[in-house]
């Protein structure tokens, strides 16, 4: 079982490259969220999804795409890519259960130069 | 709108040492309370949660008590170990149930280190 899976783990965008940070999970849950970390602060909400065809933004959505075509896959795309998109981003599910439990994965770290 | 506060860390300690790590909270309502766990180079791992006032999780010798009175959700453990070495976030969410369920809003985290 192998969870949510992050690709690539790190990568060095030059400002204005675009690029997709992939996130696929294998437990059928239908929600899942794309996180940003920046140094010494807490994760912020880029993106959520409730279902495969729904999208809809969270806190800091700017500069950002999603789409989510497939229950497994919910991909984040950067088109023109900026210093400030420099950050850890982390992507995770959950099954809308009880336990209120999120997976999530071991993250991509992005430095936009 | 809602928030949550950690203490600042890193936090060292010696092995078998007391921990707490402070948190508190802002939010509308009755938020669930969680502790999540990033081990260096894997992702957050939930450790455990509360969902209403007075409630108490408890994980891996880890405790938390929901305060609605002081808006707060420290975290404690009576003796650590090197293993629990790593970075702790609290968090909240909307009630069970609400469209904000599952959309955690993260306090900044705290390092702990635990040195044999």
């Known amino acids: 079982n192998a969870g949510v899976t992050q690709t690539p783990k790190f990568r060095i965008l030059k400002i204005g490259q675009s690029m997709t940070l992939q996130c696929t999970q294998d437990?059928?849950?239908?929600?899942m969220y794309w996180y940003r970390q920046d140094p010494g602060m807490g994760l912020k909400l880029i993106y959520y999804?409730?279902?495969?065809?729904?999208?809809d933004k969270g806190e800091v959505p700017n500069g950002y795409n999603v789409s989510r075509s497939t229950t497994e896959d919910f991909p984040l795309r950067l088109e023109l890519a900026a210093p400030s998109q420099t950050s850890v981003y982390f992507c995770?599910?959950?099954?809308?259960?009880?336990?209120?439990?999120?997976?999530f994965g071991s993250g991509t770290q992005l430095s936009v130069l | 709108g809602d928030s949550v506060t950690q203490m600042e860390g890193p936090v060292t300690l010696s092995e078998e040492a007391f921990l707490t790590i402070n948190c508190t909270y802002t939010?509308?309502?009755?938020?669930?309370l969680f502790w999540y766990v990033q081990y260096p180079g894997e992702g957050l791992q939930l450790l455990l949660k509360a969902t209403k006032a007075d409630d108490k999780g408890s994980n891996k010798g880890f405790e938390a008590t929901y305060r609605k009175e002081t808006t707060s959700f420290h975290l404690e453990k009576g003796s650590v170990q090197v293993s629990d070495s790593a970075v702790y976030f609290c968090a909240l969410s909307g009630p069970r149930g609400s469209s904000n369920t599952g959309k955690l809003i993260f306090g900044q985290g705290t390092t702990l280190q635990v040195k044999p």
């Open positions: 999804s409730v279902g495969a065809g729904i999208t």
């Open positions: 437990m059928n849950h239908n929600y």
């Open positions: 939010a509308t309502g009755y938020p669930s």
């Open positions: 995770a599910s959950y099954d809308g259960g009880a336990d209120e439990k999120l997976f």
